[in-house]
């Protein structure tokens, strides 16, 4: 890699983000330093469009919590995302249940996580069923199918489910309050290397192809992108054998009385949708609605090869559903975009037809309106990086502990059919090593693309575990640099009592 001769460009500052003026002083940064500096590349001069210490590529739950994660710990920070708005599956598609879970028992990490919930509660952005049953008769009857299932502690849920539109405000208070320089509408489509060694990235953009230089990148694009980019190893299964992808949906004008009476009375288990589980599972308390479906097939009301099963996720006064994770495709390919054009179009098809059953044969949405359909599908699998360590699904199901931890995990497994709920406090290690991927200097990966086999993969792809990987990957890129050493190379020990500092619990 080469660097041309102009003038240095200025880094954007953070602070060009904060105040009231913050998008017109950010304008005036850039268009200041636009083409002052400039990197030979196999493509020819681009103009740079920002430096950084550490750059995070990809604002989902991982990525936000990289970047906050490395700013905590004193490195200038850059979070790069595609979209117009950070938060990934939670904002993209409308899943705002990240810590389901979460049981009585269940020991989590903390960090970045609680952050972000604590925040969420703060700012008005989350919101438990309790708080919107009106009718103290109904509050009883689903409390009490929750307090036998451990979902519900001295009268209170163990968790919230974030409302996802105010997820995209909440996120940007974090970003900006962490001292995260953010910056959206940019997608990533190259590396800079030196050897073995990442330089930075080649992004495009309404500005252009420009790069930008890093001396730490963390891949947090869920798909590996960056990593495979750039020439690291990585996995991924046919798509035959893929998770598949979902096109979540919000509705409005719902009866929430009857429809909640409805869920509740059916006293659905979990048996419905696990093939194996850990022993304590399949006789849990589901809110999920398949049956209509299941009949709605049966009737020729919609094709039987649709596969339609909705698992309503967080409720309004006013009568919304926030989520209803319903509509599934398999045979998507998350890595190819003929793929993930088709998924989508058929996707939005489907939840018309979902609508159509719902309104029909569901009790409470008769008078249903559709409120929204995600911005992208939800994807769930897709590459893998061949990292350093690949953890296994001996490791989450046997309490691994490991001297490189950097953060903690319940036992809880979901995909393929297992379902592992963490109702005992049993938790296992995340090692620092399955987000080191091989072959490539200072680059590391979190999220759901970090190393590790087909089972262990249906915990670490969870969004509570993939910010346990992101706050420890932005850790420790911050440290590398304070260092001056590769992140493979680390001090294990200082990266650990840094994450520490930031409320991890790691042992």
């Not at 389901?100 to 970045?112: E, H, K, L, N, P």
């Not at 096109?247 to 949708?273: C, E, K, P």
């Not at 998924?343 to 949405?365: N, Y």
């Not at 001090?491 to 991890?504: K, Y």
Request: aromatic residues 6%; contains cysteine; hydrophobic residues 40%.
């Amino acid at each position: 890699m080469e660097i041309g001769t102009g003038s240095r460009r200025t880094s954007m500052t953070r602070r060009a983000f904060l105040g009231v003026a913050a998008a017109s002083a950010g304008a005036a940064v850039a268009a200041s330093c636009e083409g002052t500096h400039v990197v030979n590349t196999a493509g020819g001069d681009l103009p740079v469009l920002a430096e950084t210490g550490v750059l995070v590529v990809g604002g989902g739950p991982a990525g936000l919590a990289a970047a906050i994660g490395s700013a905590h710990a004193g490195a200038d920070t850059l979070l790069v995302e595609r979209y117009g708005f950070y938060g990934g599956v939670i904002t993209q598609a409308l899943m705002g249940s990240i810590t389901w879970y979460r049981y009585a028992q269940t020991v989590d990490a903390g960090g970045v996580c609680a952050e972000i919930e604590a925040r969420a509660k703060a700012m008005g952005g989350s919101i438990n069923l309790l708080e919107v049953l009106e009718d103290p008769a109904l509050t009883e009857l689903f409390v009490s199918r929750a307090e036998a299932a451990g979902l519900v502690v001295d009268g209170k849920p163990t968790y919230e489910v974030l409302k996802t539109e105010m997820f995209k405000a909440v996120a940007d208070s974090l970003v900006v309050d962490a001292g995260v320089t953010p910056l959206l509408h940019c997608s990533v489509v190259g590396v800079l290397k030196d050897g073995n060694t990442i330089r930075g990235v080649i992004t495009e953009s309404k500005s252009g192809r420009q790069v930008i230089l890093a001396k730490r990148v963390i891949d947090a694009t869920g798909d590996a992108d960056v990593a495979a980019l750039s020439g690291a190893p990585f996995t991924q299964a046919p798509k035959s054998e893929l998770m598949e992808v979902s096109t979540n949906f919000s509705v409005s004008n719902v009866d929430l009385g009857t429809f909640v009476t409805y869920v509740a009375m059916q006293n659905r288990t979990m048996a419905d949708w696990v093939t194996e589980d850990c022993g304590k599972e399949k006789n849990g308390f589901s809110t999920h609605v398949f049956q209509a479906f299941q009949e709605a097939a049966e009737a020729g009301e919609i094709p039987s090869d649709v596969v339609i099963k909705a698992f309503p996720g967080g409720f309004t006064p006013g009568g919304s559903v926030l989520s209803l994770n319903a509509v599934h495709q398999y045979g998507i390919d998350p890595t190819s975009v003929w793929d993930l054009t088709g998924a989508e179009i058929e996707g939005r098809r489907r939840v018309l037809m979902a609508m159509d059953v719902l309104r029909k044969r569901v009790p409470g949405f008769e008078n249903a309106e559709l409120s929204t359909i995600g911005a992208s599908i939800g994807c769930r699998e897709s590459r893998k990086i061949q990292g350093e360590y690949q953890i296994t699904g001996d490791d989450v199901r046997n309490q691994a502990r490991f001297e490189d931890s950097i953060g903690i995990f319940p036992e809880f497994l979901d995909a393929y059919g297992i379902l592992c709920l963490p109702t005992t406090g049993r938790y296992f290690h995340v090692p620092y090593r399955i987000t080191v991927p091989q072959g490539v200097e200072n680059l590391l990966v979190a999220g759901r693309c970090v190393s590790g086999d087909r089972v262990s993969y249906a915990a670490t792809r969870q969004m509570g575990c993939c910010m346990v990987t992101g706050q420890g990957a932005g850790v420790a890129a911050a440290l590398s640099l304070q260092q001056n050493r590769t992140c493979r190379q680390i001090d294990v020990g200082m990266l650990q009592a840094a994450l520490v500092a930031q409320g991890v619990r790691i042992v």
